[in-house]
Structure formats: structure tokens, C-alpha cells
């Protein structure tokens, strides 16, 4: 494999605070790799680092070594980097099938009409959600709002899919369908970066995980080793986890 995604040394400051602090890692083509750490560790700003949605005081970030750091997010996003976020933002008047041909008529390809409409649908089947295409998005449960998300961060046929806690809050059948759903992606080749804190969805999609702690890395290994490590298990897990 070769890899997609390189991060070197990024540092982000918000005036006197330093939420990320010279962090450094790489994903190959095909990986799923989790960025773990406690609440306030720096993995969404991270994440809203790669997509362009905060420039980086320090640092690069590359995409098949391409720079990208600093790019708006709409340029970003033409890259071919999808994301989601820890709050589902949808277009609650419109319908399910709408709100994915949105993001079609802005992605790589511009669809409009029944080839948007056809290109929908079949990101929508990709997450169970065709039998719900008409519906409005304000009548769909959390977890298909979840789908939907999804569905048009794949309209825009990403290589590199960033998920923010896209897990989270779900029931434990849908934390199992949702599992199933990433195996999936994965077996389609997407190289997906995650951010969750439901180790059991970790220990089940991701091959590595990256940790965190008050902005700084402090491990990058297969799941099973970051997990066991004695500086996560301190400051994220808890002993009872180790």
C-alpha cells in the first residue's frame, strides 16, 4: 500500500491555548484508522484541519502528496475528502433523496436530474436507506439522519472519509448495523480516518488507531497495542479498560 494521507508537525492555537500541538502520522490507501483520545484532546480540530475547515498555525497536511493544508473547505472537498460531523447537518424541509442530490450537483461530477436522482439512490442503497428516500429529512430517526449524512459524503465519491463520532448515541442493533456499514466502505478500498469512543466499534473497524491527549500524540499502533498502551489506558481508558 501507499499512503494517502501524510500530517506532519500540525499545530493548531487559539490565541494562548494550544489545541494541537506538533502532531505527525500517515494512512495508506485502504486503512481505517481511528484518532482516539478524552474529550478536549484535539481529534475534531484535527479532523477540521484536513477538511479545511481551520487553516493550521504550524505544520502540513498532504493528500497523496499534494498539499492541502490550508485549502477552503470547498476546495478541500474537490480532493476528493468527505466528512461527516458529531452534529448531523441535513436540510430537515427536503426530501432524504434531495438532500443527497445537493451534494452530487457540487461534487466532482455536477449531476443534476435523473442522473443525480439515479446517483442518489444508489448511495442511499449503499446505507440501507432507499425505502426512506422520499421521506423529509425532519421525519428520520438518529440513526438514519446518520445514513443520510453518510450517503452524501459518499455522493461526493470520496478517497479519504473522515468520520466524526459518527457512531455515537446509537442503540446497540444500530451501533451493529453501523459497524457492519464501515466493514463495507472498507471493502470498497475508501481510507477512512474516525473519530469515536465506542471501543467496541474500534476494535472492530480499525486496523490502528492514533491517540491523543491535551493536543499531543501519544501513540500510534495496531488497535490492540494503542490500546493496551500504559499512556492510554491513563489517559483515556481508565485501569478497569486495561
Known sequence: MSELLTVSGLTKRFGGLTAVNAVSFSIERGEVVGL?????????????????????????????????????????????????????????SLSVIENVTVALAFGPRKLWGSAAEEEALARLDDVGLTHRAYQTAQDLTYIDLKRMELARALAAEPQLLLLDEWLAGLNPTELRAGIDLIHSLKNRGITILLVEHVMEAIRAVCNRCVVMNAGRKIADAPTAEALANQDVVTAYLGGHHA
Not at 51 to 78: K, M, N
Open 36 to 92: 482516539l483520545g478524552p474529550n478536549g484532546s484535539g481529534k475534531t480540530t484535527v479532523l477540521n484541519m484536513i477538511s479545511g475547515h481551520l487553516r493550521p498555525t504550524g505544520g502540513t497536511i498532504a493528500l497523496d502528496d499534494q498539499l492541502i493544508s490550508g485549502l477552503a473547505p470547498d476546495q478541500v472537498a474537490r480532493k476528493s475528502v468527505s466528512r461527516t460531523f458529531q452534529l448531523v447537518r441535513s436540510l430537515p
